[in-house]
């Protein structure tokens, strides 16, 4: 039986199991602040559609937060995630 917290690192590891979505972090992780989705897109190459998308599930899987201002969507890195799930992963098994 899943429980939510299974549930939720199913979606996590998903989201991180796409070399794409691991760029956009990296690259989020680097900048270390608010950034726009067509910054990072540019950075990194990505179609406005493909960077939709890819930001999607890594909302979804509350591994970035992001903010809507006026046309322009804003992300940046949800720690909060990434320390509860992934940084002691092997403690949540």
Not at 52 to 65: N, V
């Amino acid at each position: 039986m899943m429980n939510t917290q299974n549930t939720n690192q199913i979606t996590i590891f998903k989201a991180l199991a796409d070399s794409v979505r691991l760029d956009i972090i990296e690259y989020l992780k680097h900048v270390d602040r608010e950034v726009t989705c067509g910054e990072v897109g540019k950075a990194l190459n990505i179609s406005k559609t493909s960077g939709s998308y890819h930001f999607k599930l890594l909302q979804e899987a509350g591994l970035i937060i992001t903010r809507k201002e006026a046309r322009e969507k804003y992300v940046r890195l949800n720690s909060v995630t990434f320390d509860k799930f992934v940084t002691n992963f092997y403690k949540n098994i």
